[in-house]
């Protein structure tokens, strides 16, 4: 008894529901993969941009500034979530962008780890989803301790130093 294959060439497994080799998923569609070895790097950068923003923030900013933060990045998280969702009708750039956008909530699907490491099964993806949340806790705790110390602890008292500047500055003019 011969099979008849039932998937297209990008398609394999039970219903068709897995990329072939050489191919990666994006927004639902196996695309083939082309040489994207320059992208990683710049994925990385782009990721280490983005965590130290977030913990120089933690550290710099007011509450209320931090405050509004958080909620605008709330809201774009919705919005990508909302623009992937639908982003199968996009064009393939537009595809693209949503995927390097879902950074921001911690989707990085769009490394297209299936074209420089091969198929990988889903412990591994688990691993590191959780690794790199861990990381991103780290370094959140990391910069709200150091706010704590710079900022209140009585032998720093950066806050008030800070404070008496502005208010010596003002006091000037």
């Known amino acids: 008894v011969t099979s008849i294959p039932i998937c297209s060439k990008e398609y394999r497994g039970e219903y068709c529901s897995l990329c072939r080799e050489g191919y990666y998923r994006l927004a639902g569609r196996c695309q083939l993969c082309d040489n994207g070895s320059a992208e990683v790097p710049v994925i990385i950068f782009a990721a ?5 923003l977030i913990g120089f923030g933690v550290l710099f900013l007011s509450e209320f500034t931090l405050d509004g933060l958080v909620k605008q990045l709330i809201l774009i998280q919705q919005l990508i979530g909302i623009g992937q969702s639908v982003s199968y009708y996009f064009p393939l750039w ?7 956008l879902n950074l921001i909530q911690f989707d990085y699907s769009f490394v297209r780890t299936e074209c420089a ?5 889903l412990p591994e993806i688990y691993a590191g989803y959780i690794l790199s949340t861990i990381g991103f806790f780290v370094i959140f705790i990391i910069a709200s301790t150091a706010r704590s110390i710079v900022f209140f602890h009585p032998r720093f008292r950066l806050f008030d130093r800070l404070k008496k500047s502005y208010d010596d500055l003002i006091a000037k003019y």
């Open 48 to 52: 280490i941009v983005f965590f130290g």
């Open 94 to 100: 537009a595809q693209q962008a949503f995927n390097i």
């Open 117 to 121: 490491l091969g198929p990988i099964n």
